[in-house]
């Protein structure tokens, strides 16, 4: 199941998930992401365990160097598993993938180092965000390196800090990833485009049309500005805003 044309750099992620349309789209989120791979995947505890500690032919324990944990598996709960690779001394990572919102279990997920917590449901780029962070503070510890040397606390700081500040870009409250995308491909064919326009490129009122636009506006989507040159009072027009503007 390992990968020989995988570059050396590349951290291998076990996927444990029962559910398999979950875990294909998961095992697909993680290979469009630089850096990362998936080494194999898990449908339950025991699989996850035997995948860990060397038990599964063709599977490379040694290529996995982080674990994509649900926590709601079913033969046991994700913490189990967090207890058995902290008891076998397996030497991965976590990041727990999963709908459970209970405090308790996230104080305890933490407690077992679990590096980041990823709350179902969840788009591409707050994964890819997740994981990012979490190469900023593998990098920052020195990643894989067997060389053990010492830190300072700034290097240690700086580490945490990654976990911390990796974020995605602001949401549009009430309007769908999908709405958005349409309402962003809308826009880029013809930027500056009032809201009565863009309801006839979305096939939508121009009431619902300008609610979208107002709220992505308010995340800081789009930048709007009014329209000049016609009876009456201005209308509004709005573009996408870009990364770099």
């Known amino acids: 199941m390992s990968d020989t044309t995988t570059p050396e750099s590349s951290i291998g992620v076990l996927v444990v998930e ?16 630089d ?13 996850a365990m035997a995948a860990l500690t060397g038990k599964i032919y063709g599977l490379d324990a040694d290529g996995i160097d982080l674990v994509l944990l649900d926590m709601n598996l079913p033969d046991g709960h994700g913490l189990q598993v967090c207890r058995a690779i902290r008891g076998h001394r397996v030497d991965v990572d976590i990041i727990a993938v999963t709908a459970a919102r ?29 994981l990012e962070a979490y190469s900023s503070f593998r990098n920052s510890l020195g990643g894989d390196s067997s060389e053990g040397g010492e830190v ?18 602001a949401t549009a409250k009430g309007v769908p990833d999908a709405v958005e995308a349409e309402v962003k491909s809308v826009l880029g064919d013809n930027p500056g485009q009032s809201a009565a326009e863009v309801a006839v490129g979305l096939g939508v009122s121009r009431v619902t049309a300008r609610r979208y636009l107002e709220a992505m506006a308010d995340a800081g989507m789009l930048a709007r500005r009014p329209r000049y040159g016609s009876a009456g009072r201005p209308v509004l ?9």
């Open 35 to 47: 850096g990362y791979h998936t080494a194999g995947v898990a449908k339950n505890a025991t699989q």
């Open 152 to 169: 300072t606390q700034t290097d240690v700081d700086t580490a945490i800090a990654a976990l911390r500040t990796h974020t995605v870009a």
């Open 18 to 33: 029962d559910e398999a349309v979950a875990a294909r789209a998961h095992a697909k989120y993680i290979d469009r992401i």
């Open 102 to 130: 209970d405090m308790q279990i996230v104080q305890e997920a933490l407690s077992y180092g679990v590096a980041q917590y990823i709350i179902k449901p969840f788009t591409f780029p707050v994964f890819k965000s997740k």
């Open 237 to 245: 027009e709005y573009t996408v805003v870009t990364e770099d503007a």
